[in-house]
């Protein structure tokens, strides 16, 4: 045990905990971004075109 109560298990989990935790918040602001941009494109869209188009589906995390 370390002085301040943290064991070697846990200071090998922390960097990778850290590691996902980043990686998480990388694809969110990534799905995010693409959201924004298809729907940016069926608006731009959907007035000119014969056929209805519908609106893109907003990814699970925007709820």
Do not use: C, N
Not at 7 to 30: N, V
Not at 43 to 49: C, F, I, K, R, Y
Not at 56 to 63: R, V
């Amino acid at each position: 045990m370390f002085e301040a109560g943290i064991s070697w298990d846990q200071t090998l989990i922390m960097p990778l905990m850290d590691s996902l935790a980043i990686l998480e918040t990388y694809l969110d602001r990534k799905a995010i971004e693409q959201y924004k941009q298809s729907e940016l494109v069926w608006a731009s869209l959907a007035p000119h075109t014969k056929d209805k188009l519908s609106p893109p589906k907003q990814p699970e995390l925007l709820g």
